[in-house]
């Protein structure tokens, strides 16, 4: 339901700011609505009446879809809907705001008009027409099925085709002012011809855009504002915006402060290593997390994660059912449930997951061992491997696989002689969080190691 109802309102938002503007012009007496208007009925006219015919099937698509409420995508995917919905529809506003009175649906072609080169126009010669793609693709990821898909392209070729009518008729209106703006600003979204630097700034923009749209749904996700680390996406999204702005300036040759040559290395040798450990720490860090685990270990542990009462956390819920599937394949291992009871809970972890696999899942009750005393990762592996008691016996972590790395790193560093990864689900979309966080969680875990 809530997906539906955040669907909704984006579609609400875009089409009241579509219909609020036409009201607006026609008390000024202008008619905003030019689609298909043309007494010539020559391609442009056709073109615009398919275009018309288009727009109005893909909302009505879309109300079915969301009313069906099913999708054929996973959650990632209805998210990144949900924010390019959102963006589709400031986006369009700000192209609507831009045009003012000149703003039209369809070619006016008995009107005369000065061509809009400010605001968002600046950066897009079509924003409107980019405001109806984001708001389409938007609410087709989010309620994706084949019906909608094939709608929504429809529609968006209809527009492009639109786009090239417009622009004919633009470069015929205005001439080589029309020319040097269209050498200037791209179709769809770009600051001229592609260069290193505004390819750069690209990156840096989309980057920082996401971070923050990103930031407010592990607040929605997460738990809010005690989710650990999520003030992260806002510093990345400062500093993205801040290299934008720097990169802008360079390109448009407006730089106040010029940075010493050797400093620009220095700065990019850094980045580049840094983001080089990255990459490498990441790629570790999902390949623990994509493991397949070893079949018969003689135990595995289950890494508590913290409790609601008595109710185990939603990170927590899916290790617990990981170890339950990997209990019933595999009969002869034993498991140990490791976690003790936090200021806020009223069981241990350890309880809470003996209650789950033997209550929920049918686990046998000799096959799991309690271990209730600790209270971070470190203790879970030390206190387990003292009731195991063999550093050779083969031993599987069930943890989320965000988590599996440096699970393994710690379980290795106590004394764990064969040890491999039983990875649970990493919960998404707050997951990308947790595989970014972990990245620090590592570098903790080396240098408390090596320093």
Known sequence: MTYRLIALFWLAVFYGIYFAKMLIQKRKGIVTNQIAKSKVHDKSYYIEMVMKYATIAVPVAEIISIVLGTSGLTIIWRVIGIHLAFLGDLVFLMAVVTMKDSWRAGVAREEKRGLI????????????????????????????NPVLLVITAW????????????????????????????????????????????????????????????????????????????????????????????????????ERIRFPEPLIWIYRGVFVAVLGVFIIMEARIIGAMTATPEKNLDYIIVLGAGLRG????????????????????????????????????????????RRKLTESYGIADYRIIMEEKSTDTEENLKYSLEIIGDLSKRVGIVTNGFHELRALSIAKNIGYENVSSVPAVTLMPVGIHYTVREFFGMVEFYLKQYL
Not at 125 to 144: E, K, Q, S, T
Not at 324 to 343: C, H, I, M, P, R
Request: charged residues 20%; hydrophobic residues 45%.
């Open 155 to 254: 529609a968006m070729v209809m527009l492009h085709l639109q786009i090239l009518q417009e622009e004919e008729y633009l470069e015929g209106e205005f001439g080589e002012e029309y020319r040097e703006y269209k050498a200037q600003t791209s179709r769809y979204a770009g600051y001229g011809k592609p260069t290193p630097a505004k390819i750069l700034m690209y990156i840096y923009f989309v980057l920082g855009v996401w971070s923050v749209m990103y930031f407010f749904t592990c607040l929605a996700y997460g738990g809010g504002l005690k989710l650990s680390w999520v003030w992260l996406w806002i510093l990345i999204a400062v500093f993205s915006f801040i290299r934008v702005f720097m990169l802008k300036r360079k390109i448009d040759g407006t």
């Open 310 to 353: 008595t109710e185990p956390s939603n990170p927590y819920r899916v290790r617990i059912q990981k170890a339950a599937e990997y209990l019933k394949d595999n009969e002869v291992t034993l498991a140990v449930a490791s976690g003790g009871q936090g200021k806020h809970e009223s069981i241990s972890e350890a309880e809470c997951a």
């Open 117 to 144: 080169k400010s605001g968002i126009y600046k950066y897009s010669r079509n924003p409107a027409f980019l405001g109806f793609d984001m708001v389409y693709i938007g609410v087709m990821l989010m309620f994706f």
